[in-house]
Structures are given as structure tokens and as C-alpha cells.
């Protein structure tokens, strides 16, 4: 409750997002109503009745208990219910009453069949959509991936797709697809398929869902001016996060370090640990409401950006680094089943450990609109041989082939010559010479079989 100096503290401030001041109970009480529905769906605040907003007291003002009971049943008319207190007080000689709001846990509130807002000293009623699903958005409570996706049936599920999910999640049932994909979760309490369904296990990202790709771009030097290479990868979350993993290693470059018979030991221009975790982070916190924007990932001379639309939502920016949440969970909990992130609010913790640990500088972030990671290089001294200039790493063609196949045994010779950029006849001889020499393997049919990296 506010004591006087508090109180007297407030007025003197006039009205602002978290205080406004009535000279008396308006005619229409759903009005103050209104305005307590605004500040729960802020951050709280005080309603002063018997002030105007240049502090003047309203002389003899009192509210009765009839009056009283009306305001807080029109406040109990506020749906999920709100935390208001209503009480009186006494300054300098004049009553005053006071309607005290705590902001809501149970986000967004409706008042009269309508969301209100706190802007500034003003409330606002949403009436766009677009104001209304944000409004949501930022209190957690919309979720793409938990939607039900009408015009997705079973037959159209990929058994390709569910196959690298079970590789890569260490799966060994036999289970029906169907079966399979129900025990993971995916459907709602009715057995309606939701939306995490065919962006984990069918072509719908790039096609049904536009814009739930990845394109990645390679610069020449330190801005996006010269493009080296552009690709744009579409399909199941798994093949994009494989596509694009593997395509930003065809550009870094790497050094082998031997330690007597120990295995040799892969040294990376950036870490690879830090680039999986942040273009997970990508795949999984995106706002996929967003048809407009697309994940990008940009390779510099110097760094790597990984961006995707969303931004923050406003209670993890309050404490960025240490709490989180995500705007798929059941696509986070499909990545957490692949072993491809830990819990939720380790991944940035995590690239920071990784960077320190390797010496590297920290990364670097951009919150407003899109979420950007930045991973810069090591800086080198002019002396050192920098093969940045060519776009290409150094490291041998058939190295490159070896890491693709890690990274997606199903890749196909065309999709390993369009990453390298190569042409496929110069990987089948490659492919050819590492397979003689008992390097690699390939397991099953020709078209749908896997690679086997033996060394």
C-alpha cells in the first residue's frame, strides 16, 4: 500500500506509464476498469482518484461503499482475473482513493471483450491483430510450433526425414511414423497435428511455411558488398541445421595439430561448438510468425553473423544471458532430443564458455527486431598467410567431402559439389579415389543410401 510520502511522490510526477490521476469516478466505471486491464498488462501501476494532473485535490471527495462495490465489480469483470487493490488515504487534509494494480502473471488481459495496453501516460485498446498476437508474443503465450496445421496429413510426412531425426536422436524403434510422432508429443490434447510436425518431418519449410529457411551468404572482406557465394537451404529443421553447418565449415579454414599417436586435433578458425549453438538457438527461438523474414547467416573476412526475426521477448531481455524461454518448445524439445541443445537458457552462457576458453573474442548481440549473434575471428598478424581473399578454405577438397558426409551421411554428390563448389565430376573422382583407398564407405541403394566416414 502507498503511505503519503509515496503517494504525494506520484502526484508530483503527473501522469506516466505507471500512474494516472482522476479528479473523480468517471459516469461510465468500466472506463477505470479499462485502465486497471492497461497496467496489468504493463508493468502495474497506481490509479489516483480525487487528483487532477496538475495536483489539485477535488474538494469534499469521498467514494461511499455503493460506489465502491460498482468499481470492483467492474474490475472483477477483467478476464483472467487481476491483482487490484482499492483503498483510501489521507492528504494534507483531503481524501484521496487509490486503485493499485500488480502487473499480471497471467498475460494478456481482456477488459469489455477487448486487450488495453499502458503507453506513456495513455491506454490504448488493440484493435489490429498484428497489436493483439504480440501482445501475446512478448507474454509467451502465442506458440508457432504449438498451432494446428489443418492441411497436413500423415501420408505426407517424409520417412526420409524421420530417419535422420532417429539417427541423430539414437532412436531404435521400429514404430510406425505415425506411432513415433505421437509418442514424441507433437499433437495437441485432441490428436490434432500441429505445426512442429511438418517442419520437423516434411518439405513444408520454404514451400507451405515460405520463409522457414536458412540463406547464407559469404562476403568478400569485412562488408556485404562483393557476394562470393549464396545458398538457401529449405526443408526439415535437421537437413537446414546440416546444410547450413556443413556449408559454413566449406569456407573456414582449419589446422591439424599431431601430438605424438594421439588422434590429431582440429583446430578452427571459429569455433564449431559456438556456430552449431547459435544457429540452433536460430532454428529454435525464431519467430516463425514472421512470413517476412528469413534466418541469415553471414560470413565475413573477419566474422560470422547468424540472425533470425523475433528479436527478445521483453522478460528474457530483462535478464539476457541468464533466463530464457522458447518460442517453439516443442521444436526446442525436439533439438534437446537430438542432442543438439542442452536446457533452455545454456545456449549463451555456453558460446561464451566456448569463446573464453579458446581465446577468442565474446560475441557480440543485436536484440531490436532480429536476434544477431556475431562471432568474430581471431585477429592475425600481416605476416600470417590469410586465404580469405579466394572465398575458399584451405583445407583439401577431400576433407571438405569427409565432413559433409559427418555432418549428413545422405548428402548427394550434387549436394556436396554445390556446397564445396566444385563440379561433380571432380567430387564422383574424388569420392572415387577416398573409397579405393578404404577412407569412406556407402551402405544401401544408390539414391537414398548413407556415407560412412572410416577415418
Request: include cysteine; charged fraction near 30%; hydrophobic fraction near 35%.
Amino acid at each position: 500500500m502507498l503511505d503519503e510520502i509515496k503517494a504525494q511522490e506520484l502526484i508530483a510526477q503527473g501522469e506516466g506509464q505507471h500512474v494516472e490521476l482522476k479528479r473523480e469516478v468517471p459516469s461510465k466505471v468500466r472506463e477505470l476498469s479499462e485502465e486497471v486491464c492497461a497496467l496489468a498488462n504493463a508493468t502495474g501501476g497506481y490509479i489516483l482518484l480525487g487528483v487532477d494532473n496538475d495536483g489539485k485535490f477535488t474538494e469534499g471527495f469521498t467514494i461511499n461503499n455503493s460506489k465502491r462495490s460498482a468499481l470492483r465489480d467492474s474490475v472483477d469483470q477483467i478476464e483472467p482475473q487481476v491483482d487490484c487493490d482499492i483503498y483510501s488515504l489521507n492528504l494534507s487534509g483531503h481524501e484521496i482513493w487509490i486503485m493499485e494494480v500488480k502487473e499480471g502473471e497471467d498475460k494478456p488481459y481482456f477488459c469489455s471483450g477487448a486487450v488495453h495496453i499502458r503507453r506513456g501516460a495513455n491506454s490504448q485498446k488493440l484493435r489490429k491483430p498484428a497489436d493483439v498476437r504480440k501482445i501475446f508474443d512478448d507474454a509467451g503465450k502465442l506458440n508457432f510450433d504449438m498451432g494446428v496445421c489443418p492441411w497436413f496429413k500423415w501420408e505426407d510426412v517424409s520417412e526420409e526425414a524421420v530417419r535422420d531425426f532417429k539417427f541423430q536422436a539414437g532412436i531404435r524403434s521400429d514404430a510406425p511414423s505415425q506411432e513415433l510422432i505421437t509418442n514424441l508429443g507433437l499433437l495437441t490434447d485432441k490428436g490434432e497435428i500441429t505445426n512442429a510436425v511438418p517442419m520437423l518431418f516434411s518439405d513444408a519449410c520454404g514451400k507451405r511455411f515460405i520463409n522457414a529457411i536458412i540463406h547464407c551468404v559469404r562476403f568478400k572482406g569485412t562488408e556485404n558488398v562483393h557476394i562470393i557465394d549464396s545458398k538457401t537451404f529449405e526443408g526439415p529443421l535437421l537437413l537446414q541445421y546440416n546444410n547450413a553447418t556443413a556449408w559454413i565449415k566449406q569456407y573456414l579454414s582449419v589446422e591439424y595439430v599431431m601430438h605424438g599417436f594421439d588422434p590429431r586435433q582440429e583446430i578452427w578458425e571459429l569455433p564449431l561448438d559456438a556456430i552449431k549453438e547459435a544457429l540452433t538457438n536460430a532454428l529454435c527461438h525464431r519467430d516463425y510468425f514472421d512470413s517476412g523474414a528469413k534466418i541469415m547467416v553471414q560470413l565475413y573476412d573477419d566474422r560470422l553473423e547468424i540472425s533470425s526475426p523475433g528479436g527478445l521477448l521483453p522478460y528474457v531481455a530483462a535478464d539476457f544471458g541468464h533466463r530464457s524461454r522458447s518460442r517453439n518448445p516443442l521444436i526446442f524439445r525436439m533439438f534437446t532430443r537430438m542432442h543438439l541443445v542442452e536446457s533452455v537458457g545454456t545456449g549463451i552462457p555456453r558460446i561464451a564458455r566456448i569463446l573464453s576458453e579458446d581465446g577468442f573474442p565474446p560475441a557480440e548481440y543485436k536484440t531490436e527486431g532480429f536476434f544477431t549473434t556475431i562471432l568474430r575471428k581471431k585477429k592475425t598478424s600481416s605476416t600470417e598467410h590469410s586465404d580469405h581473399g579466394s572465398g575458399k578454405s584451405s583445407v583439401k577438397t577431400s576433407v571438405k567431402i569427409k565432413e559433409m558426409m559427418r555432418s549428413n551421411p545422405k548428402f548427394s554428390l550434387r549436394e556436396i559439389a554445390e556446397s564445396i563448389g566444385v563440379s561433380t565430376r571432380a567430387i564422383e573422382k574424388a569420392v572415387k579415389r577416398l573409397t579405393e583407398n578404404g577412407e569412406i564407405d556407402h551402405t544401401g541403394p544408390k539414391k537414398g543410401g548413407e556415407w560412412v566416414v572410416k577415418s
